[in-house]
């Protein structure tokens, strides 16, 4: 029998008793804890795999210095020499999944740690913050499973079952990712497209389309995460090329929207010279959570998609903003690429009607006029590259045909 070992990421000066019951479920599920102190002082509890003078010392520091060290600093030396440790056992085989138990300040170290690890490889923590709004920079790009602890982590009946459901769940998932033989399969190419509701008729028809080449497609919701997985996946090598659909994030980017990627979006693709078919897909909008819209759009156009969700007309200011961006960053692409424009409408809302902030209908969200300067704007300041037009609405049969046929052409590019 292959015996399988899972990392346990634990502040063992504050959750030793935490950290033990994880270790002992994990024995009994049948795999092997390597349980990594994450201290950041030194300390008397005993029974580290890994101790924190050890992670400091990775990090070219000593357990004493990381004391009296501000702890923002000393938790980022830790995370460094914990990382370090992690890729090196990682790449060695040496550990099949790994699960963090800790609070605020250790579910940040161990999810740094857990986010440093490949896609698919199991990575569960839990945390009372599980279940705040910190879990999306704690998962961020990551596929980390978060268990909220309910209580704050102390051993009671409660945190106890928690704890032992997710020690279960890793440990499972570790003994298959061991028994799995197809970890070294080749695959079909796998493209990324980003997508929403609104792009959704193109994105259908551009994956059938895909799939009938012999490709692989994975859709990257254009809602925040599903953007910087985009960029992650093709920064990490799994992507083929892209066909960027919705470049939505883009938007929130600019206004301070809830569905910003960051200022990451629309730059890893390029930097790893993949093809890259481009399209102003959905940037018609920015999104805000109802009640939490900025005062200074309250006069703006607006349409409520659902009870949490208003969506915020692009005016013209915003799209040569957006066009200046968008040129910058394909500039510097090192891969080809073209950003097709459909000229008739960048989502499925230009069917609806606007509202003010009040919900009294101001006009039409079908806006040529202020489309158009995302158009002349990038057109003025991208400096290789194709642009193309197109008198097609977004979600047109004809109008994702063509983004495939441009992926296609781009695909045979030389390298």
């Given at each position: 029998?292959?015996?399988?070992?899972?990392?346990?990421?634990?502040?063992?000066?504050?959750?030793?008793?935490?950290?033990?019951?994880?270790?002992?479920?994990?024995?009994?599920?049948?795999?092997?804890?390597?349980?990594?102190?994450?201290?950041?002082?030194?300390?008397?509890?005993?029974?580290?795999?890994?101790?924190?003078?050890?992670?400091?010392?990775?990090?070219?520091?000593?357990?004493?210095?990381?004391?009296?060290?501000?702890?923002?600093y000393s938790a980022e030396a830790m995370v460094e020499g914990g990382r370090r440790f992690l890729l090196d056992k990682y790449r060695a085989g040496d550990f099949m999944g790994a699960i963090g138990v800790g609070g605020a300040n250790g579910s940040?170290?161990?999810?740094?740690?857990?986010?440093?690890?490949?896609?698919?490889?199991?990575?569960?923590?839990?945390?009372?913050?599980?279940?705040?709004?910190?879990?999306?920079?704690?998962?961020?790009?990551?596929?980390?499973?978060?268990?909220?602890?309910?209580?704050?982590?102390?051993?009671?009946?409660?945190?106890?079952?928690?704890?032992?459901?997710?020690?279960?769940?890793?440990?499972?998932?570790?003994?298959?990712?061991?028994?799995?033989?197809?970890?070294?399969?080749?695959?079909?190419?796998?493209v990324g497209v980003s997508s929403f509701g609104g792009t959704a008729g193109c994105v259908d028809r551009v994956t059938d389309k895909l799939i009938a080449r012999g490709y692989e497609v994975i859709h990257l919701h254009a809602s925040g995460p599903?953007?910087?997985?985009?960029?992650?996946?093709?920064?990490?090598?799994?992507?083929?090329?892209?066909?960027?659909?919705?470049?939505?994030?883009?938007?929130?980017?600019?206004?301070?929207?809830?569905?910003?990627?960051?200022?990451?979006?629309?730059?890893?693709?390029?930097?790893?010279?993949?093809?890259?078919?481009?399209?102003?897909?959905?940037?018609?909008h920015s999104n805000f959570w109802v009640g939490d819209v900025p005062d200074c759009f309250r006069e703006r156009e607006f349409f409520r998609y659902n009870p949490e969700n208003v969506l915020m007309r692009t005016n013209a200011e915003e799209f040569?903003?957006?066009?200046?961006?968008?040129?910058?960053?394909?500039?510097?692409?090192?891969?080809?690429?073209?950003?097709?424009?459909?000229?008739?409408?960048?989502?499925?809302?230009?069917?609806?009607?606007?509202?003010?902030?009040?919900?009294?209908?101001?006009?039409?969200?079908?806006?040529?006029?202020?489309?158009?300067?995302?158009?002349?704007?990038?057109?003025?300041?991208?400096?290789?590259?194709?642009?193309?037009?197109?008198?097609?609405?977004?979600?047109?049969?004809?109008?994702?045909?063509?983004?495939?046929?441009?992926?296609?052409?781009?695909?045979?590019?030389?390298?």
């Open positions: 029998m292959i015996e399988v070992a899972v990392a346990v990421l634990a502040t063992l000066n504050s959750k030793k008793e935490e950290a033990r019951f994880v270790c002992e479920v994990l024995s009994r599920a049948g795999v092997r804890p390597l349980l990594m102190d994450l201290s950041l002082r030194p300390h008397e509890v005993e029974g580290a795999s890994v101790t924190g003078g050890e992670l400091a010392g990775i990090a070219g520091y000593s357990w004493d210095d990381l004391a009296d060290m501000d702890r923002v940040s170290m161990a999810c740094a740690l857990m986010r440093s690890l490949p896609l698919l490889f199991p990575k569960v923590m839990v945390s009372p913050v599980a279940a705040t709004a910190a879990v999306q920079w704690f998962v961020a790009e990551s596929d980390i499973v978060m268990f909220p602890s309910i209580g704050d982590l102390s051993i009671n009946r409660i945190t106890r079952a928690v704890m032992e459901n997710a020690a279960y769940s890793v440990a499972s998932m570790a003994k298959a990712r061991a028994e799995k033989k197809d970890l070294n399969k080749e695959f079909p190419p796998l599903g953007g910087r997985v985009l960029e992650s996946l093709a920064g990490l090598g799994e992507l083929a090329g892209v066909i960027d659909i919705t470049t939505h994030e883009l938007t929130d980017l600019i206004v301070g929207g809830v569905y910003s990627a960051g200022e990451g979006r629309l730059r890893a693709a390029g930097e790893a010279a993949l093809p890259q078919v481009v399209v102003p897909g959905a940037t018609d040569d903003a957006l066009g200046r961006l968008v040129a910058e960053r394909l500039n510097d692409a090192q891969g080809p690429f073209a950003v097709l424009i459909p000229v008739r409408g960048y989502s499925a809302h230009t069917k609806q009607k606007t509202c003010d902030f009040d919900g009294r209908e101001m006009g039409s969200w079908n806006q040529p006029e202020s489309d158009r300067v995302f158009t002349t704007t990038l057109q003025k300041h991208l400096i290789k590259g194709r642009i193309e037009e197109f008198d097609l609405h977004i979600n047109d049969v004809e109008f994702a045909d063509a983004c495939v046929n441009a992926f296609l052409e781009l695909m045979t590019y030389p390298g």
